[in-house]
C-alpha cells in the first residue's frame, strides 16, 4: 500500500474567503434569533462564525446544537481528555477554525502551551504520559482506518469505562463532521484565536496502518 491511501491532503486550500459567509446579526430573523440565543458570545460581543454560518441550514442547526453541546459541555470524558482528542482530530483535518477556537479551551482544561504545540508530532513524541499518549494514537486510528485497534481499544478500556469508550469515537468522529463544513466553506478564525499556529501533523506510516488492520 502506498501513504497516500492513508492520506488526506496535507494542506488546507488557499485562503479565498469565505465560500460561506457568517449570517450577519441584521439579517437575523426571529427563529434564528431564537436558535442562537443559547450560545454565549465572545468577548467582543459576537457569536462564533462556525454558529453563524451552520444557522444558514436552521433546521439542522436546531438537531446539531444539542448533540454538539452535550459532548463539549456534558459529556464523560474528562475536560483535558476532551480537548486533546479534538486537536489532535483539528490538526490531522488541517482544520485552523476548529484548532484555533480550542487552543484556549484546551489551555483552560490544563494543557500547557508546550503540550499544544506538541500534539502535532503525535503520539509517538517524547514527553506524552502513556495515557495522553493513547489518546492521540485513537484520534490517528480513527482518522486513518475509522476504527480503533484492538490494541489501543484495549489500552484505553484499562482507564475509561464503556460510556467513555463511545464518546471517545463519537467525539472524534463529531470533530470530523464539524471539519468538514468548517474547511469546506472556508469558516475564518476569528481575530484573537490565532494564538498557537496549527502544526503540520506527523505522517501516518503505511505498515503501522496495515498492522493496526490485522490487529482489530
Known amino acids: 500500500m502506498t501513504n497516500e491511501h492513508h492520506h488526506r491532503p496535507d494542506h488546507a486550500a488557499a485562503d479565498t474567503g469565505p465560500r460561506l459567509a457568517p449570517l450577519p446579526e441584521d439579517d437575523w430573523d426571529p427563529a434564528t434569533r431564537e436558535l442562537l440565543a443559547p450560545i454565549p458570545r465572545d468577548a467582543d460581543g459576537h457569536l462564533a462564525n462556525v454558529f453563524t454560518t451552520l444557522v444558514r441550514h436552521p433546521d439542522l442547526f436546531r438537531h446539531f446544537l444539542p448533540f454538539g453541546s452535550h459532548l463539549l459541555r456534558d459529556g464523560r470524558l474528562p475536560d483535558r481528555t476532551r480537548e486533546l482528542l479534538i486537536l489532535r482530530t483539528a490538526c490531522n483535518t ?4 476548529e484548532w484555533g477556537r480550542h487552543a484556549p479551551l484546551a489551555r483552560a482544561a490544563g494543557v500547557t502551551d508546550e503540550e499544544i504545540r506538541r500534539v502535532g508530532a503525535g503520539p509517538d513524541a517524547e514527553g506524552w504520559t502513556p495515557a495522553d499518549a493513547r489518546l ?4 490517528d486510528e480513527l482518522h486513518r482506518d475509522a476504527r480503533l485497534s484492538a490494541a489501543t481499544w484495549s489500552a484505553l478500556a484499562a482507564d475509561h469505562d464503556e460510556a467513555q469508550l463511545i464518546e471517545i469515537t ?3 468522529g463529531q470533530y470530523h463532521m464539524v471539519a ?3 474547511n469546506s466553506a472556508g469558516t475564518r478564525l476569528e481575530p484573537g484565536f ?10 501516518v506510516d503505511a505498515d503501522a ?6 490487529d482489530a
Open 194 to 203: 490565532e494564538t498557537v499556529t496549527l502544526p503540520e501533523p506527523t505522517a
Open 170 to 172: 463519537m467525539l472524534v
Open 180 to 182: 468538514f463544513f468548517l
Open 209 to 214: 496502518a496495515d498492522g493496526a488492520h490485522r
Open 136 to 139: 492521540l494514537r485513537a484520534a
Open 94 to 97: 488541517r482544520a485552523g477554525y
